[in-house]
């Protein structure tokens, strides 16, 4: 018998300046390979929302927070502001040091705790990319840190994972409250444009 408690699970959320750039151009040497995520111009962190969730699929407590900008460089795209109605301004106001996101982060990841996100590839990048560049490296991630909430009712990737049935309907849930702390008062979640067939599946994370 297994007697190891079990670490639950934290469901993740990010909000960023704007899109990733994947792949380096063709007319690069390393055309075709990853990008970096903390290669100049990729997007910056601008929200993290993390909501605990115990074995039982039970909502233990809440992160919600956005970030404050920390360089002057830090710019919002058109894009994004409408996607997620944050703005520089408001950010400035609102905003906490990354570093506090990213220890908050960095302590669901050192607790063992199964890591789960919607549309991981870019989640994952946006916390990678600000992990970088704060000097904090991000070890392996428990539980295939490629989960997608949002996927999870596949049979095959529920049982991949080990979830009974209806845990999943447990993290979709917590997804949606997650979805919904870390956008700007009264803006439109804009995670809900990427539930479509291809956009949440359990593809690995790039660089």
């Not at 040091?97 to 994952?124: C, K, W, Y």
């Amino acid at each position: 018998m297994n007697d190891q408690t079990h670490p639950g699970y934290a469901v993740f959320d990010t909000e960023g300046t704007g899109l990733f750039t994947y792949k380096y151009p063709k007319d690069h040497p390393d055309a075709g390979k990853p990008y970096p995520a903390d290669a100049p111009g990729q997007p910056r962190l601008a929200s993290l929302a993390i909501v605990y969730v115990d074995e039982s699929m039970n909502i233990e407590r809440e992160y919600h927070v956005f970030i404050r900008p920390d360089v002057d460089d830090y710019t919002m795209t058109e894009g994004a502001q409408k996607a997620h109605g944050l703005t520089i301004e408001f950010l400035n106001e609102h905003g906490v040091p990354v570093t506090e996101a990213l220890n908050e982060f960095q302590s669901a990841v050192d607790n063992g705790r199964i890591m789960v996100a919607h549309n991981s590839q870019h989640d994952m990048k946006q916390m990678r990319g600000e992990l970088r560049r704060a000097g904090q490296l991000l070890g392996r991630v428990p539980g295939q840190p490629h989960l997608a909430a949002g996927a999870c009712h596949r049979s095959g990737g529920a049982r991949r994972q080990g979830h009974r049935r209806g845990r999943c309907g447990g993290l979709r849930r917590a997804d949606d409250r997650a979805v919904a702390g870390r956008v700007a008062p009264g803006a439109r979640g804009s995670r809900r444009r990427d539930r479509r067939p291809g956009r949440c599946g359990n593809r690995r994370p790039g660089r």
